[in-house]
Nanobody, 118 residues
Framework: QVQLVESGGGLVQAGGSLRLSCAASGSIFSINAMGWYRQAPGKQRELVAT???????DYSDFVKGRFTISRDNAKNTVYLQMNNLKPEDTAVYYC????????????WGQGTQVTVSS
């Protein structure tokens, strides 16, 4: 089993910054990719950014140029640096990990609240 522990969420004013962390532990064999998703009240969960095992990154248009996803393989940790935050970024942010094994199992963190005030 794999466990994902998130941290770094909080309350910030518009234009401010936060850095989210997600540390993976447990039966980690081969990671396909890790990513961040978010869900705002009354809305569906949406992709924010992903990073593959080879370091390839992908960003949703609404965060491109403001957010940066990175990874520390030695610590099994993925980060999301969020700059120039907007009230529209307010949501619960979830960490996701997929294994490059048979059936490509997925694991999710508990979520961390990010609130951006205007």
């Amino acid at each position: 089993q794999v466990q994902l522990v998130e941290s770094g969420g909080g309350l910030v004013q518009a234009g401010g910054s936060l850095r989210l962390s997600c540390a993976a532990s447990g039966s980690i064999f081969s990671i396909n990719a890790m990513g961040w998703y978010r869900q705002a009240p009354g809305k569906q969960r949406e992709l924010v950014a992903t990073i593959s095992s080879g370091g390839r990154t992908d960003y949703s248009d609404f965060v491109k140029g403001r957010f940066t996803i990175s990874r520390d393989n030695a610590k099994n940790t993925v980060y999301l640096q969020m700059n120039n935050l907007k009230p529209e970024d307010t949501a619960v942010y979830y960490c996701r990990l997929s294994m490059e094994t048979l059936f490509r199992p997925e694991y999710w963190g508990q979520g961390t609240q990010v609130t951006v005030s205007s």
